[in-house]
């Protein structure tokens, strides 16, 4: 898995994007439900999207929501099965500073 451009690195089948995101490459991607509601964590995903758990329904429909391209999956739900992925976490799905 790569996220952000850096380096490549192995990670467990089964493990969720969020995690991945949050604990392997230290990003702070903002989560609000953890259920595929809210889309604040929206990736995405530059290439081995096959290599991904399939979208749920309300996966889908939230992304639809948010006008999210095709390669938009949210991470707090999407599993990594086996295989390469390359992951951007845009700057809208980042933890904003408190003011």
Known sequence: MRINGGPWRRVMPGSSLLGLIRGRAGIPIH???????????IVLILSGM????APFPTETRTLAAEGA????????VTKLLDG??????PDYSLEQPAA
């Not at 989560?31 to 964590?41: A, K, V």
């Not at 096959?50 to 758990?53: K, T």
């Not at 391209?69 to 707090?76: D, E, V, W, Y």
């Not at 390469?84 to 976490?89: L, T």
């Open 69 to 76: 391209p095709p390669n938009a999956r949210l991470s707090c």
């Open 50 to 53: 096959e290599h991904l758990s």
């Open 84 to 89: 390469d992925v390359e992951i951007e976490v």
């Open 31 to 41: 989560s609000s439900c953890g259920l595929g509601n809210c889309g604040s964590d």
